[in-house]
């Protein structure tokens, strides 16, 4: 579980982002902290399948997991976020 406190203020506003659309922004600093939400599994790479879906964006762009989702819920609910699996 994720307790929000674990999770800076930037890293918070680019999940924030990623709620409205998905993050497509090449500064580094920016792809640095993407990247390491992905590494919570808080978001992922569009990829491949995003396409196979129907989004025309590009491939590289980021955007939110499952557990993204929960963790955002949870954040306005303030509840601890719980973990699937």
């Not at 918070?12 to 922004?25: G, K």
């Not at 939400?37 to 790479?45: D, I, K, N, T």
Request: aromatic residues 6%; contains cysteine.
């Amino acid at each position: 579980m994720y307790d929000p406190h674990d999770i800076g203020p930037e890293e918070r506003s680019i999940l924030q982002a990623a709620l409205e659309a998905p993050l497509v922004d090449r500064d580094p600093t920016t792809v640095a902290l993407c990247l390491r939400l992905c590494g919570r599994r808080l978001l992922q790479r569009a990829g491949m399948a995003a396409q196979a879906n129907g989004w025309h964006g590009s491939p590289h762009a980021f955007v939110l997991t499952r557990e993204g989702w929960a963790y955002l819920k949870a954040e306005r609910r303030h509840a601890p976020v719980r973990r699937a699996g």
